[in-house]
């Protein structure tokens, strides 16, 4: 089959393209700038908002499987033009291009839409999705890591000087990016009815167990220290002074951050006969500490 990829070139979409091609199936990957030439993998040069490549990328494509978002904005606009305009412009693509298969990569952040300028704008490209004409499935993972990942980092440096600085208590679940990946080509490959999909690999964690367990992947005893949210905001503030847009911890973060249950609701697991996690959370935080340590970030 041809796949038709958006977001080809980030954390999700990288694993993605491979996972297809080892698959023995051909990608048309949407790239905003020029690519080392991959066999199985035709790239088009172009973005979201430049309808004109979309319609290229979707040109006698399979399935689509949209992956690109924002995850980081200065403000509403920002969020809504890369997650709720970007949505609408690939839909339309896959419309005119017969496209039927649209798997569409949200976020668990889409569950409590008030919490964030994020989480909204996920929620209202759902709604988009929701009611096309298309054969779509929505994908919504809890946190996503593994090689590659730059969004966690910070949390392993600190863990190797004895730290966890950690929100207030509450429960999350994550997913290691490969068994994403994995259910994400499934999912273009296997047409079906409508549904929403919540996606972890089974464990849920409190903020300190995950604290613990990143601590054991590079080798540190980690004391949890859980902040405030208003801390939290502090922090926020002072790190978008210091990074810029580097910032990993933004007033919008801190919104969702706080919030007391961020795992899958079992029943909006995929169905097992599709697919079933395979990587457990201690195994693929190690694997993430090894590229960590190999890339010479830690």
């Not at 690519?35 to 973005?47: K, L, Y």
């Not at 896959?94 to 952040?109: E, K, N, T, W």
């Not at 994550?174 to 549904?195: F, N, Q, S």
Request: charged content about 20%.
């Amino acid at each position: 089959m041809i796949l038709g990829v958006t977001g080809a070139t980030g954390f999700v979409g990288r694993v993605v393209v491979e996972q297809a091609l080892g698959r023995g199936h051909r990608v048309r990957a949407l790239t905003r700038r020029p690519q080392p030439p991959q066999d199985g993998v035709t790239w088009v040069e172009g973005a979201l908002d430049r309808p004109d490549t979309l319609a290229t990328l979707a040109g006698g494509a399979d399935a689509v499987l949209h992956i690109a978002g924002v995850v980081n904005a200065p403000d509403r606009a920002g969020f809504a033009a890369g997650n709720i305009d970007g949505t609408a412009a690939m839909l339309a693509a896959a419309r005119a291009a017969g496209v039927a298969r649209f798997v569409h990569v949200s976020s668990l952040s889409a569950r409590e839409p008030q919490l964030s300028n994020y989480g909204w704008s996920k929620r209202e490209a759902e709604t988009l999705v929701e009611e096309s004409d298309r054969d779509w499935t929505i994908v919504r993972p809890t946190g996503v890591y593994g090689p590659g990942d730059t969004e966690m980092r910070d949390m392993f440096r600190l863990a190797r000087r004895g730290l966890a600085l950690l929100p207030p208590p509450g429960r999350l679940s994550l997913v290691a990016v490969e068994d994403l990946a994995r259910l994400i080509v499934a999912l273009g490959l296997t047409p079906g009815p409508p549904a929403v999909l919540e996606v972890d690999d089974g464990a849920v964690l409190t903020h300190a167990d995950l604290a613990r367990l990143i601590g054991r992947a590079v080798g540190t005893r980690v004391l949890p220290m859980h902040l405030p949210a208003a801390l939290l905001r502090l922090g926020a503030r002072l790190d978008r002074r210091f990074r810029g847009a580097g910032a990993k911890l933004t007033p919008d973060r801190v919104g969702y951050l706080c919030h007391p249950d961020w795992t899958a609701d079992p029943a909006r697991r995929p169905d097992p006969s599709l697919w079933t996690p395979a990587i457990a959370t201690a195994d693929g935080l190690a694997a993430t500490a090894r590229w960590y340590r190999d890339a010479g970030l830690l």
